[in-house]
């Protein structure tokens, strides 16, 4: 090119921008958005039973483009009685949507889908415009996924009755969704739920509930029955209302841990399905046989996506000592030219944070960290004048005892942390209350898969981050949460086993936080005569087994065992809080090897129980007889169904690991089945043996250790059963035995910060209770809500329901590609 | 162009220890032109800019002089003079990077271009038995000399895919700096030809040791080989560049040739040029688009920024 003498330069002008290459704006229209908004005033009802709903009186919020600051419409605070007018809705809409068959509903949720992508760029322009993302976000992630939600789930509603046989819809759905993500988080609950029969009442976040108005405009336009999608708008409050209505049979909700704590508690012991989806603080693992450069793309994937308002923001960075500074370096290079900007400029990175409150919120964060020493790397290349930003941020310097190392900063905040090898990369990873996400960085797929199977979290993407798909579950290990979105996974969080219906205790159970399961241990009963004269049997005494060994209870109290006759047939011991703190030590030890023994192994363990058990047939049977004053054929039946029920358990322990999911991924999804970890376990007073068995056969064959509580009033059986454990070369520490007061050690197993899941069957009061106090640790339970089952019968002893309770789901994503051009 | 690469002593620990992961790479440059576009004024001015990046090629085998001639009166002139004039750009001089051409065709060209009164844009000549340099390396080395004797002041060379796919490197480094020495004053471009090296880590190894021997440029390919010059394989290549850069604080320059067609494409390149190694290597010195009708496209774009219309391809002047 030849240089020819130059005039000053016009700035912007095409002469300058020849000379220098500098980006201009490039804003998508938001013409047709902005029409929208204008047919309906600026202002905003609720939509309930397929119209627009606009109570008077009611106050209303001002919504905001974060990236401009200009109002966008007025919306509604809603009330109860608006509340209570959408879950009538939902309820009436039910009793015909639950009927319609699957094929028709099938054709609804497709008849949506279409709809929706005929408006995808609408939709993506509102979404940008109320949340503050970027429209290229919108665009390219959150309305095709949204989409790609509906056509999997129509194909779920076309495929209930063969995919989901023996199960039912729950009924009325509640949804409570967050502002990060407000369509697509939205539609993960939407689409399960009007899937498997289910109708729904959704409340959108403060911040964002244009797009779910607009949603609903678009299901009417779809042909979608009225009532059978409600959004109604208002304030946490009203969630908490719209959680209460006795009318909802199921709360699902993503957003703070600490919400979804309330939550638990509120709903509480009332027969309600909840799924949580919480937060997260998920962690980068990079080796030295990383691709960096990719790495540092992922990074910005991971925590930069959306602002790093996500909750499986790849927020901790853990990086081989080896190569730490260079990635470092090449991190801060990026930013060098990483571009902030409004909402709708397609020429950005990133976009506006969704309220002034949380970049506050994220500023006090850095700043703390900025006070403990951390170094603080902020690029502020191109950080616009006006409107709610905050700066990318890359903090290194700091530690594990850090609040921004610990703490879910829901920013576009990055902590860095080094590791010397992959065990240790592994316990830093593990190193939190969260387990939602995670992503692994190496060429080799050995190590990778291997860190990706130790990681606790729901998701761990190879070479990725934040790779969504409607064929693969969502969710978290931990304060994480319980449930999945999407994949088949996801449907059972919208279902119940179809034999039971909807267990309404008492609505508000009599419960004493304070008091629940005090027990004062039993004292020496008068012999009532029978033996006079008698030489004394040789006294069995049954004590405590946990570790593999019989331990004399902690307190030294005993209970008698009292059969209906009142006679006294036999004592246990009285087992207390260390009794049940020992146990879940135990149990944790023993819970790796466990967790990596061959299936094969575990079946062969449990069907040699069987073995055990079907020699000592008669003994037990009279025993059971003895026990319970029923019949000794009662017993016999008691003992063979019991025997039949470990050989239906030993033979799923090699058949239930997991799929390959069929997502949008190039490569693998593999969804693993993995344990949920230690599982405390209260048995009910019916069949002492079959419901002992029953209950712990699943969780062991699947891999988890257990503390189990046998029943209360007959507990001489499972006694019986330590036998058959140390006969049949199960390994020390994986079923440990507590006897005692049903409640007294329901509520220590379920206080136990350390135990991943309780299961009680016992009272209402007890259930209320273990659900209630379940929150602190977001632990998952299985309660009976004091109502009793037919242990006999195959689908309410041993249906999908066990298995559903004793894994935990986690999806790995394996991006596949080597081969190149010729 | 810009002072060159001297090149450095070969270094086998340089190129063990390459990771280079194909879908994450992927992913990142599917977004390369989804995170950064240009629109109104910008995007006439990157289209002005990408046209001054062009290396404007004719590599078949009916070449003549009449279409070499034609070629470089277009190179000269590459945007239509009422279209500069609204833009305001008709006093910069603007003409494309080179002409290129086969050896054969070296002295026309430069012939033509004295014609057309543009004796200051360079003619490169690809050489050493392209594309497929399937021939002895003496007369490989011969055919650079004999072009740089033509007139060309830079040359394209290819690189011997069958070292490459042997891993024998060293013999890469030795064989791409005797022609780097055969090349005496003019500037070298090497051709990787990656679609003939089966992975991305080949792609990277080969950019390094290309630049080590002394690469002033290095080109994705030949514009024959099966897959040409993809944004996968551009982020690869250079990210190689920044590698050496970092080690050395030499500037090598980059060149995606092959199935570059539409202006969009051409910003989306400047934009990976930019963001990847920043702006200096957005320049002709440091970036060339290797292309024939790619101009076409980008004169129909400037024609729709300044009068608002679709341009018929029968209203540009063809090359």
Excluded at chain 1, 99 to 115: D, G, I, L, Q
Excluded at chain 1, 504 to 518: E, I, M, Q, S
Excluded at chain 2, 249 to 271: E, H, M, N, Q
Excluded at chain 2, 292 to 304: A, C, G, K, M, N
Aim: with cysteine.
């Amino acid at each position: 090119m030849a240089s020819a003498p130059m005039q000053a330069v016009q700035p912007n002008s095409v002469k300058e921008i020849f000379k220098t290459l500098s980006y201009g704006p490039a804003p998508e229209a938001d013409n047709v958005a902005q029409a929208w908004l204008d047919d309906h005033e600026r202002s905003f009802g609720h939509f309930i039973d397929g119209k627009w709903v606009k109570p008077e009186g009611r106050k209303t919020y001002q919504t905001k483009n974060p990236a401009t600051g200009q109002n966008l419409a007025t919306t509604l605070q809603g009330t109860n009685d608006d509340v209570d007018m959408a879950v009538k809705s939902a309820r009436h809409a039910y009793e015909s949507w639950n009927k319609t068959p699957p094929h028709v509903r099938a054709r609804y949720m497709y008849s949506v889908a279409r709809h929706i992508q005929k408006h995808q760029r609408l939709v993506a322009v509102i979404e940008a415009m109320d949340n503050g993302k970027p429209i290229r976000e919108t665009r390219d992630a959150d309305i095709p996924i949204v989409v790609r939600h509906w056509y999997h789930h129509a194909g779920w509603a076309q495929l209930m009755d063969t995919e989901m046989k023996g199960w039912q819809p729950v009924g009325v759905v509640g949804a409570i969704v967050p502002w990060n993500f407000p369509l697509m988080l939205m539609t993960w609950k939407v689409c399960a739920a009007l899937a498997m029969g289910n109708t729904i009442v959704l409340k959108p976040a403060t911040y964002t509930r244009l797009s779910a108005l607009l949603m609903a405009e678009i299901c009417s336009e779809a042909g979608l029955p009225p009532g059978v999608f409600n959004v109604i708008t208002g304030s946490g409050q009203m969630g908490s209302a719209l959680a209460e209505h006795p009318d909802v049979d199921k709360v699902a909700f993503t957003g703070s841990t600490q919400v979804g704590q309330t939550l638990r508690r509120l709903i509480a012991g009332t027969g309600k399905k909840l799924s949580l989806e919480l937060g997260g603080k998920s962690a980068v693992i990079v080796f030295e046989t990383a691709d960096l450069d990719s790495t540092v793309e992922g990074l910005v994937d991971a925590i930069w996506f959306n602002q790093g308002q996500v909750c499986s923001a790849g927020s901790r960075l853990l990086v081989q000592e080896s190569v730490y500074g260079r990635l470092v370096e090449k991190l801060k290079t990026r930013l060098t030219h990483f571009r902030l900007g409004d909402s709708l400029d397609k020429t950005i990175d990133m976009g506006a944070i969704v309220d002034e409150s949380q970049r506050k919120s994220v500023e006090e964060f850095v700043e703390d960290a900025r006070k403990e020493g951390a170094e603080v790397y902020q690029a502020t290349a191109s950080f616009p004048a006006r409107g709610c930003y905050y700066p990318p941020t890359l903090i290194t310097n700091v530690q594990t005892v850090s609040r921004v190392v610990a703490e879910e900063i829901f920013g576009p905040v990055l902590v860095v942390l080094p590791f010397r090898t992959a065990k240790e990369a592994i316990t830093l990873a593990n190193n939190s209350m969260y387990g939602l996400a995670g992503s692994v960085w190496t060429e080799n797929l050995s190590l990778a898969m291997e860190v990706a199977i130790s990681i606790k979290a729901g998701t761990i993407w190879v070479n990725s981050h934040n790779m969504f798909d409607a064929a693969a579950g969502f969710g978290g290990y931990r304060q994480s949460g319980y449930g999945r979105d999407g994949g088949k996974e996801g449907l059972y969080e919208y279902v119940r086993p179809a034999w039971e219906s909807r267990p309404r205790p008492a609505y508000l159970v009599n419960l004493d936080l304070k008091t629940f399961g005090a027990t004062i241990p039993q004292r020496p009963t008068l012999d009532d005569g029978t033996s006079k004269g008698k030489i004394p049997k040789v006294d069995r005494t049954y004590k405590m087994y946990y570790g593999g060994a019989q331990k004399r209870p902690d307190a030294e109290y005993a209970r008698p065992v009292i059969n209906p006759d009142g006679k006294v047939i036999g004592h246990v011991g009285e087992g207390n809080r260390k009794d049940l703190r020992n146990a879940v030590e135990a149990a944790h030890a023993a819970s790796p090897g466990w967790g990596k023994r061959a299936a094969h192994n575990r079946a062969q363990i449990v069907y040699y129980m069987a073995e055990n058990l079907e020699i000592r047939r008669e003994e037990i049977a009279g025993r059971l007889a003895d026990m319970t004053g029923r019949s000794l054929e009662d017993g016999l039946r008691e003992v063979d169904l019991s025997i039949s029920r470990l050989f239906h358990w030993g033979a799923y322990a090699d058949k239930f690991g997991g799929t390959v999911q069929e997502t949008t991924l190039y490569g693998a999804t593999l969804k693993i089945h993995e344990p949920v970890g230690v599982i405390g376990i209260a048995c009910p007073d019916s069949y002492p043996l079959l419901a002992f068995v029953s209950l712990f056969a699943p969780a062991v064959v699947r891999g988890n250790t257990i503390v189990i509580v046998p029943s209360e009033k007959y507990p001489l059986m499972a006694m019986d059963f330590y036998q058959v454990f140390d006969t049949s070369d199960l390994p020390e520490g994986v079923v440990n035995i507590i006897t005692g007061d049903r409640n007294h050690l329901s509520k220590f197993l379920a206080e136990h910060q350390d135990v991943q899941a309780m299961w009680y069957f016992g009272c209402a009061e007890g259930s209320k209770y273990v659900e209630y106090i379940s929150a602190e640790n977001v632990k998952r339970t299985w309660v009976n809500y004091g109502l009793d089952r037919d242990w006999e019968d195959a689908d309410q002893g041993q249906g999908d329901e066990f298995l559903y309770q004793a894994v935990q789901v986690k999806n790995i994503w394996v991006p596949m590609g080597d081969v190149f051009a010729n | 162009m810009a002072a060159g690469n001297p090149g450095v002593e070969f270094d086998e620990a340089w190129i063990q220890n390459v990771y280079v992961n194909l879908s994450a790479t992927k992913r990142r440059a599917e977004v390369l032109g989804t995170r950064r576009t240009v629109k109104k004024q910008w995007q006439a001015a990157w289209e002005l800019r990408a046209v001054a990046c062009i290396d404007l090629t004719t590599l078949a085998g009916d070449d003549t002089l009449s279409n070499v001639n034609r070629l470089c009166f277009k190179a000269k002139s590459p945007v239509r003079p009422d279209l500069l004039k609204a833009l305001e750009m008709d006093d910069v001089g603007l003409t494309v990077g080179a002409v290129c051409v086969y050896p054969n065709r070296v002295a026309d060209a430069i012939n033509s271009l004295k014609a057309a009164g543009g004796s200051h844009i360079p003619v490169a000549s690809v050489a050493t038995g392209f594309p497929c340099g399937q021939t002895p390396l003496k007369t490989r080395l011969e055919e650079i000399r004999m072009a740089v004797a033509d007139g060309a002041r830079e040359i394209d060379i290819v690189i011997n895919r069958q070292l490459a796919l042997t891993g024998d490197w060293k013999g890469i480094y030795e064989e791409v700096r005797m022609m780097k020495e055969a090349c005496s004053d003019a500037h070298m471009k090497t051709i990787l030809a990656t679609g003939e090296l089966g992975t991305l880590v080949n792609v990277y190894k080969a950019s390094l040791v290309c630049m080590m021997a002394g690469a002033d440029f290095i080109k994705t390919s030949t514009g024959k080989e099966g897959v040409n010059a993809t944004l996968m394989v551009g982020l690869v290549m250079v990210r190689a560049i920044r590698e050496y850069f970092e080690r050395t604080g030499y500037k090598v320059g980059f060149k995606p040739a092959g199935g570059i067609r539409s202006a969009k494409d051409a910003c989306t390149w400047l934009s990976l040029m930019k963001e990847e190694l920043g702006d200096e290597w957005t320049q002709p010195e440091l970036f060339r688009l290797g292309a024939s009708t790619l101009l076409v496209d980008i004169e129909r774009q400037l024609f729709h920024f300044v009068y608002g219309r679709y341009a018929a391809a029968h209203e540009i002047p063809m090359s």
